[in-house]
C-alpha cells in the first residue's frame, strides 16, 4: 500500500524531510478495525514527532487524527462491523494514518458524523478528545457544572482551542475567556464562542482585573512559560491549570499559597498505557459526533489542502510551524 513518512527527523526544509514509499498491510490485533484511510489532518504533534523522533525500524508513517471506512475486523471486535464510517485521533505507538490502509483499536474509534465528509471529519478527533479530557478529567467538572467560573484559554484560535470554547460553552456554564492576537483570530473565538477574547502579547493580568474576572480554571494550550507567572497572579485559590505544551520548565512553588492544582492532557495516554477506562475515547467520540450531527458543535475545519502526497503534507507540516493555523486543516485520504 502506499503510504507517506519520514526516515531521519529534521525541519520541513530538508532534502526529502517526506517520502512516499510503499509498505505493508498492517496486521490486526485482536480488538482492531483495518480501516481505508479517506481523511487525515495535521496537528502540532505531527510536527513534533517528525522533527524530532528517530523512527525505530527504518521509515515512520506519519499521520494520527483520521476518518475513514472499516474494511476488516479483528476476532474480538465488539463496537463495529466492515462498512461502518469511523473518525478516530489514533495511537502514537503505532504507525500512523497516512496510509491507504491503518490499523486501529476499535476502543479508541467512533462514529463518523453523517453531516460532514471524510476530510472535514478527520479534523475532530484529536481535538475534540484533548478539550474533553481538559473540561471532563483534568478539571473534574460535571456537564452543566461550572456556574459562576471562569475559564482562561490560551490559545483559543488553534485546534484544542476552537473545540474547548465549544465544549465549555455548550456542556457548561463556565464564562469563556479565549487569547487571541490578531483580528481574524478574534473573530474566529467569538463565532465559536467566547464570551471575552484578550490578547496574549500583552498583560493577562492587567486584561482580566479589567474585565473584573478571576478564572478558576486555566487552559494553557501555549506558551506556557512565558504566561506562567501572570496565570499564578491571577488564577482564583483552589484553581485548577492544565497544561499541553512543552515547557522546558515551570516553577510551580508559587502555586502552593493558593492551594492549586497543575495538570497535563496527553491524550495519548490512554492508548499508549492501556488503560482499563481506554473505552472512553469511543464514548466520547460518539457523543462528540451527534453533538456535531445535531447542530450544538460545529466544524474547525478552515481549509482542505488537497489530496494527500508529498507535497501537500508538506505544505500542512510549514503552515504548522508558522504557529498561525486557525482551526485545523485536512487533507482527503490515499484510500
Known sequence: MKAIGYNQPGPITAS????????????????????????????PVDVKVRYNIAPENGTKILGYDAAGVVRQVGSEVRNFQVGDEVFYAGDITRQGTHA???????????????????????????????????LFDCYA???????????????GAGGVGSMLIQLAKQLTKLTVVATASRPETAEWVQKLG???????????????????????????????SGHFPGILR????????????????????????????????????????QTDD?????????????????????????????????????KAHTLQETG???GKHVLTGLG
Open 141 to 155: 467538572l460535571q456537564e452543566g457544572g461550572g456556574q459562576g467560573d471562569c475559564v482562561l484559554i490560551l490559545g
Open 194 to 224: 467566547a464570551d471575552h477574547v484578550i490578547n496574549h502579547h500583552e498583560s493577562l493580568f492587567e486584561q482580566m482585573q479589567s474585565l473584573e474576572i478571576q478564572p478558576r480554571y486555566v487552559a494553557s494550550l501555549t506558551g506556557s
Open 16 to 43: 526529502k524531510a517526506l517520502i512516499e514509499f510503499e509498505a505493508e498491510p498492517p496486521t490486526l490485533q485482536p480488538r482492531d478495525l483495518l480501516v481505508e484511510v479517506r481523511g487525515v489532518s495535521v496537528n
Open 278 to 314: 481506554m473505552e472512553t475515547q469511543h464514548e466520547l467520540l460518539n457523543r462528540v459526533s451527534a453533538l456535531i450531527d445535531d447542530g450544538t458543535l460545529i466544524s474547525t475545519v478552515t481549509g482542505n489542502l488537497g489530496i494527500l502526497s508529498v507535497e501537500t503534507l508538506t
Open 100 to 134: 491507504e490502509l491503518h490499523a486501529v483499536d476499535e476502543r479508541i474509534v467512533g462514529k463518523k458524523p453523517a453531516s460532514l465528509d471524510f476530510p472535514e471529519a478527520a479534523g475532530l478527533p484529536l481535538t475534540s478528545i484533548t478539550a474533553w479530557e481538559m
Open 234 to 273: 491571577l488564577i482564583k485559590p483552589r484553581g485548577h491549570i492544565a497544561f499541553i505544551d512543552d515547557p522546558e520548565s515551570l516553577n510551580i512553588k508559587p502555586g502552593k499559597r493558593k492551594s492549586l492544582s497543575f495538570s497535563w492532557e496527553f491524550m495519548f495516554a490512554r492508548s499508549m498505557f
Open 324 to 326: 498561525r493555523v486557525v
